[in-house]
């Protein structure tokens, strides 16, 4: 308010001789200066002037910044005289006071009710971790991912199926024979200092299911899921997660069939999807015929014979794939690259050819 009534004091005075402080703005070397010297302002009041725009200057009425000016000044006497007298200051406060409850008293009453119970929660660092599941279904973690599976052990009877790479902060999905989806935080998991715990006892698993896969990673990965029904489809974990305890339906099997283990990928890598028969023939296709989807059935992934059965599907960046299968009572692994590997190539939901050496496939090799 001080400062209001000490620019308006100086524009006041350059009213009376608006044609010469124009003259001097326009003429002079530093017209600051000549304001200050020619009409006695102070540094600020020239300033004011200098700021303004010469049309803004000659358009200042003088009885308008006058009126400003007596209006400023009597809010300014009357403050001085609350500031100086505490007797005035209580008087003004209570008149206020009453003034509002006189506007807004009504019968209104604070209502007092019991508060929700506060839950302390600890933050969750963000940091590697291996979450490490094996075929009987058990789960466990350990930090980093720099995990040996050699140095691994397992319950009598139980061996490695999958060693997940992800961070704390992401989920973990486990898939059930009938193919819902259930969703355990990294964090939560069991440490890698014993052998874990059965997955089924960290979710609310169906009558009759039994946890077969594990995926894990950030939501926005992307997944390929198949059933050994033949169907299939391209998803991301965001769609699989669900904040049920009890999980979600996810995947629609028929009647004898299960998920088969579903691929996460990049999708920079994946050009092509290869698939094996459990009768010993594969078939190789463009991902681009996929369909991608947040649950249900899919598409036919590769042409099965009656009661034949999808054993493996797997994601190829370049045209070359090795496959684990049995001959006789040996494991056996080829390598399959160039016109051996073109002789596979088709299109989506075609039969495929036999695998050489009447291989019993049992899946694919990194």
């Not at 540094?43 to 400023?72: C, F, P, S, T």
């Not at 971790?129 to 050699?150: C, H, L, M, Y």
Request: include cysteine.
């Amino acid at each position: 308010m001080r400062d209001r009534i000490h620019v308006l004091e100086g524009r006041l005075i350059v009213l009376l001789n608006v044609d010469r402080v124009v003259r001097i703005i326009r003429n002079a070397d530093d017209p600051k200066a000549e304001l200050i010297k020619a009409f006695k302002l102070t540094d600020r009041q020239a300033e004011d002037i200098l700021e303004m725009r010469l049309r803004q200057l000659a358009k200042l009425e003088h009885i308008k910044v006058e009126q400003e000016l007596e209006g400023l000044r009597e809010d300014r006497k009357g403050l001085e005289k609350v500031l100086k007298s505490r007797k005035v200051l209580e008087d003004l406060v209570i008149e206020e006071i009453e003034a509002d409850a006189k506007a807004f008293g009504d019968k209104r009453r604070t209502i007092i009710e019991q508060s929700e119970k506060a839950v302390i929660e600890t933050p969750v660092i963000d940091e590697p971790v291996t979450v490490i599941f094996s075929k009987n279904g058990w789960v466990r973690a350990r930090q980093g991912w720099e995990v040996d599976p050699g140095t691994l052990s397992f319950k009598e009877g139980d061996s490695l199926l999958a060693l997940l790479k992800c961070r704390t902060v992401d989920p973990v999905v486990f898939l059930d024979s009938a193919g819902r989806a259930y969703t355990v935080n990294a964090s939560e998991l069991p440490s890698a200092r014993g052998d874990g715990a059965p997955a089924s006892s960290l979710v609310d698993l169906q009558s009759g299911a039994r946890i077969m896969y594990a995926v894990a990673g950030k939501p926005d990965m992307p997944v390929l899921v198949a059933s050994s029904g033949g169907y299939g489809f391209a998803t991301r974990i965001a769609d699989m997660v669900s904040n049920r305890k009890a999980g979600r339906d996810f995947m629609t099997v028929g009647p004898g069939e299960t998920p088969i283990a579903p691929v996460v990928y990049e999708e920079s890598q994946a050009r092509l999807v290869a698939a094996l028969s459990a009768s010993g023939r594969m078939l190789v296709f463009d991902m681009a015929e996929m369909r991608s989807v947040s649950r249900g059935r899919g598409v036919i992934v590769m042409g099965l014979e009656e009661g034949e059965k999808l054993v493996a599907v797997s994601l190829l960046a370049t045209p070359a794939v090795k496959v684990r299968g049995m001959k006789g009572s040996k494991e056996r692994e080829i390598h399959l690259t160039g016109a051996r590997f073109e002789h596979y190539v088709g299109h989506r939901a075609r039969m495929g050819r036999v695998l050489p050496d009447k291989l019993k496939p049992i899946g694919f090799s990194a």
